[in-house]
């Protein structure tokens, strides 16, 4: 009995200490979410969510428990071609009217390398009403105060690489577009 009491406590202390961890937000300003997908297999087509809102809690300095969430309007999507973009948020790709946000909650944070800085970011990404476990790199390349808000601020980049087929995101010839796609985060974040 006094061995469950103890572990009780413990668990209850942690989930206590990580509920008063830190969190930081996404600095609109100096963030980008960005996506790149093969045309025709001759040609890179590059594009990116100009809405989304990103959210970090971690207790350590390292950011080494980091948990991530990510909110995007798909709706915000953009690859400088408006044809082409009203084509994205349509029934054949997103279906932005039935499926407007795409989501990410990591689960676990692990230090592969070796390098204090580099991570592999596991979590659950949900696009076009599917949920799917992705592992991408993460690389925290450090915290700074800014010279004008006088906050520190920590910088993250986040890359990968998914395939839209699994999520059911258009068409599945991966002669017109790659169904791979491949993912690249820059992000500041204020504390």
Avoid: C
Avoid at 82 to 93: M, Q, V, Y
Wanted: glycine share 6%.
């Amino acid at each position: 009995m006094k061995k469950l009491i103890a572990v009780l406590l413990i668990i209850i202390s942690a989930n206590y200490s990580f509920a008063q961890a830190p969190t930081w937000r996404d600095d609109p300003m100096h963030s980008k979410l960005t996506f790149t997908v093969t045309h025709l297999g001759i040609s890179s087509i590059f594009g990116l969510f100009q809405k989304f809102d990103a959210v970090i809690i971690s207790s350590k300095p390292d950011f080494s428990d980091a948990v991530f969430e990510l909110t995007v309007d798909v709706g915000s999507i953009t690859t400088e071609l408006k044809l082409r973009d009203d084509h994205l948020i349509g029934t054949d790709f997103f279906n932005v009217a039935k499926y407007p946000v795409m989501t990410f909650k990591s689960t676990s944070i692990v230090n592969t390398t070796g390098m204090k800085d580099r991570y592999r970011i596991t979590g659950d990404l949900t696009i076009h009403g599917v949920t799917r476990t992705v592992t991408m790199d993460l690389w925290f390349r450090g915290t700074a105060v800014d010279v004008d808000s006088k906050k520190t601020k920590a910088g993250f980049q986040l890359t990968g690489r998914i395939n839209r087929a699994d999520f059911g995101v258009g068409p599945t010839d991966p002669f017109d577009v790659s169904t791979d796609v491949e993912i690249k985060a820059d992000g500041e974040f204020v504390k």
